[in-house]
């Protein structure tokens, strides 16, 4: 569905600004799908803006992309950088393969670029980042932390999609793409003892590959033939995906993680260049992601109840300074609530309003006893 002629009409509507940095005890863990990684952007969004910040985060391929926005608390950045620059020859396409002997330049991608806020390094240190990368070695996932290395290096490993990029190199070892041996890295979660963990996927739920192992290994082993063991698992990712989609079901049935997933098939092509396609990608989730939220809440609450954590505690804000105020969008009818600096007029948004009780949590959260008013 193409909603608007010009891209910059697509990025005046992208949510934007920074996160709370109360955080949620839990992890988030977020699929991979090139592309469809935008929908994963719209999902986190949605949950940023309503105040759902996992404190740990991790990531594989296009999720390991979106997971370092979303530890870095900035709305609308991952979406801003897909959108405005997918065209951009430096990012994918002959400039690429050229500077990088990859078509998708993921320098580029995660260095600083126009039009796009610089990404916030210092508050990634706040949380436990997490990016999954496959060993060419053994053809085993590894799990790479902020705590301990350039998360950078890490990030660009993970996403480094097989055939299209170069190895990363890390401590002398060779990787890739973290989706070729662990796709929803959910177990990881479990692993280390998280009780709760929501998973973002970018593929519905009833989303099952076709057996084509026979060929997939043929490829594989031709082309990674240094490689045995890589070449070995990557060949049988779809079918251990297959398994890993049933298995999440199952958990979630047992309340053991909560899955978000989008609520209708996504059809785009792994290197989509529509940017309208693209566009419609993100606000799948970030409608998903706001329809979902009271659902979300629930299953968060349950686990705050038992930790004894009262879930609206009051929060206070500096009244000589600041200011409650509605920012409503003409075109869009957009609603989010904030506080604006009576001095600078800087505004800073806190959360988007869909409905008359998102406007009286927020209200009831901070305490506000008066009408707020409402600026176009």
């Not at 949590?361 to 305490?367: A, K, P, S, V």
């Amino acid at each position: 569905m193409k909603l608007f002629d010009d891209l910059s009409e697509y990025l005046k509507i992208l949510p934007k600004g920074n996160a709370s940095r109360e955080y949620t005890e839990g992890a988030i863990v977020l699929e991979g799908g090139s592309f469809r990684g935008l929908y994963t952007s719209g999902v986190l969004d949605a949950l940023m803006l309503h105040g759902i910040n996992l404190k740990t985060v991790i990531g594989v391929s296009a999720g390991a992309l979106n997971g370092i926005n979303y530890a870095s608390g900035q709305i609308g950045r991952s979406a801003i950088i897909n959108l405005r620059h997918r065209h951009d020859p430096e990012y994918m396409g002959l400039d690429a393969l050229r500077q990088t002997k990859g078509l998708i330049s993921l320098d580029y991608l995660l260095g600083d670029l126009e039009g796009v806020e610089k990404l916030n390094e210092e508050r990634i240190k706040d949380r436990r980042l997490v990016m999954v990368a496959t060993s060419l070695d053994s053809g085993e996932a590894e799990y790479f932390e902020n705590k301990n290395m350039d998360i950078k290096i890490a990030t660009k490993a993970s996403a480094s999609l097989p055939y299209l990029n170069r190895p990363v190199e890390i401590n002398g070892k060779k990787y890739l793409d973290g989706g070729c041996a662990d796709r929803i890295p959910f177990k990881w979660a479990m692993n280390e003892g998280y009780k709760k963990i929501v998973v973002v996927r970018t593929r519905d739920d009833n989303y099952r590959y076709k057996d084509n192992y026979s060929r997939r290994y043929l490829i594989s082993k031709r082309f990674f033939s240094n490689y045995p063991e890589f070449a070995k698992n990557l060949a049988k990712t779809d079918l251990d995906y297959n398994l890993l989609c049933d298995e999440l079901l199952e958990y979630q049935k047992e309340d053991k993680l909560f899955i978000i997933s989008p609520s209708k098939p996504i059809e785009i092509g792994m290197l989509e260049k529509d940017i309208d396609n693209l566009a419609n990608v993100y606000f799948l989730g970030f409608y998903d992601g706001i329809m979902i939220l009271p659902k979300l809440i629930e299953y968060l609450k349950k686990w705050w109840l038992k930790r004894g954590i009262f879930m609206h505690k009051k929060k206070t804000y500096d009244k000589d300074l600041y200011e409650p105020v509605i920012h409503a969008s003409i075109c869009t009818g957009e609603k989010v609530v904030g506080f604006k600096n009576k001095k600078t007029k800087e505004f800073i948004e806190m959360k988007l309003i869909v409905t008359q009780k998102d406007l009286e949590e927020f209200m009831n959260e901070y305490d506000i006893d008066f009408k707020i008013k409402t600026e176009y």
